[in-house]
């Protein structure tokens, strides 16, 4: 479980395939791998990835099919920014929201519009995160956890975005059709499966998606 503040940004090293998967190599800021050992979580641009190998300075993780068709892991390349968290601890104080990781599908950067020292990026994301989401409420875009500032049917969400977001993330450096890695909050994901399952009267037809 994550909360979406970023606490480092990395940087891809190397990208190789290994046995039907890609490992990916990620230096890291002195200090961001305190504490982190071999098996642990860290969400990588907001998905939850595990490192194979912690090293001085960097780690690796393998990520597999599935995390490259729905994740913008497949589009990882040698010198690409990414955003870095480790797990949360049980008890600390929840700055951002529950993120847990597990990304919903791609959207993408549609515009950025500046008003004084903030930015307004809209971006379109999977329909049925759009349909989960609230006015207000919160959305996790390439792991940051950021408040809606518009709903636009039928799949767009416009944010803000603070100095201080901009310069400590990757979403700087992103332009208009980028992808993006997009979870719904957590809250209207349970609501949304209560509600469709009672007008459905019908048990889950499958099991949920992870990208872990």
């Not at 104080?93 to 990026?121: I, K, N, Y």
């Not at 379109?124 to 950021?146: D, F, M």
């Amino acid at each position: 479980m994550f909360t979406g503040i970023i606490s480092a940004l990395g940087t891809v090293a190397s990208v190789h395939d290994v046995d039907g998967a890609r490992r990916i190599h990620i230096r890291t800021p002195d200090g961001f791998l305190d504490g982190v050992a071999v098996g642990d979580s860290i969400a990588v641009d907001g998905a939850c990835l595990t490192p194979v190998a912690v090293e001085t300075g960097g780690f690796r993780v393998d990520a597999v099919l599935s995390t490259l068709d729905r994740t913008v892991a497949g589009t990882y390349g040698p010198g690409r920014r990414v955003n870095l968290e480790k797990a949360m601890v049980l008890g600390a104080r929840l700055d951002g929201h529950m993120v847990q990781g597990h990304v919903d599908g791609p959207g993408a950067l549609v515009s950025v519009e500046t008003h004084g020292d903030t930015r307004f990026l809209t971006f379109s994301v999977p329909r049925a995160v759009w349909e989960e989401t609230i006015l207000h409420g919160s959305i996790a875009l390439n792991g940051i956890s950021l408040t809606v500032d518009r709903l636009e049917g039928p799949d767009r969400v416009r944010v803000a975005i603070i100095p201080h977001t901009w310069s400590q993330t990757n979403v700087s450096d992103l332009e208009p059709g980028d992808r993006i890695n997009v979870e719904g909050d957590l809250l209207g994901k349970y609501v949304g499966r209560i509600l469709a399952s009672r007008t459905a009267g019908s048990p889950e037809s499958g099991p949920p998606a992870s990208d872990r």
